[in-house]
């Protein structure tokens, strides 16, 4: 039974988890950066994958250090209001960890070269996902390695790999290759996560409660159907931009106003 609500906690928090990371890594600090600086935003993408926004004709960060500047101080935040208390806390660093590794994995795979800030990058964001492994292990307990990794998998590699899989169904660009580099780095902080010592005699938490997978699933409800209504009205707004339409009545009914309007400004 409590494999089964592990599991169960793992398929209903992965996706809001997945979505909060993308939104608060590269949508939340260019667009706050550029309200800040004065500067129009524009919203690259909005979509059940991630949403993104990018300073228009004038980008502060590269994408790699902004995201990762941000996935530490979310992680952070986590930490010090102790949401990491609750399992999807603890999964929520890992998130931000993992999502926080892609660019820089990226970088690796369009550059020949590979330099220090690059790697430095990909050290500093694999140790927020076993950070945020470890820390769920805090919570689960585990007798032994085996255990302790079979567990990991179950709450935080399987659950992935089932949304990476539906992904892969629904946007054909999710290749195979893709998908080992999103799942090969999480299995391996598993590993690493798995392999360190302990030091809590008694895990906190037994077995995972209905209320945090209730609250979970009725998150990753509300988070679809948002999504599904933002993208709607943004595809409606994108058409009426590219196809304006004028009613004949509203046309004449506005031209005898704007002839008198103009009339007044030349007199």
Known sequence: ?????????????????????????????????????????????????????????????????????SALFFALLILALRGDRYLAGAMGITLLGQCALMPFIGYFRESSSSSFEAIFGVLLSSTLIVLGLYRILHRIGGVGFLDRLALLTLLAVLPQAFLWVAFRLAYPFFGT???????VPLYLAAIAAALLPDRIAEPDLKSVPWTEILATWAAAALLIVAIALSSHSMVALSSRLEHPRVDSGCGQAALPHLAGTASRMLT
Do not use: K
């Open 177 to 183: 290759r893709f998908l080992l580099l999103l799942l």
């Open 1 to 69: 039974m409590r494999w089964f609500r592990l599991l169960l906690l793992g398929l209903a928090s992965v996706y809001p988890l997945y979505w909060t990371a993308q939104f608060v890594l590269f949508f939340v600090p260019e667009a706050l950066l550029g309200f800040w600086l004065g500067e129009p935003v524009r919203v690259v993408g909005l979509s059940y994958l991630q949403a993104t926004s990018s300073i228009v004709g004038n980008p502060i960060f590269t994408v790699r250090w902004e995201a990762l500047a």
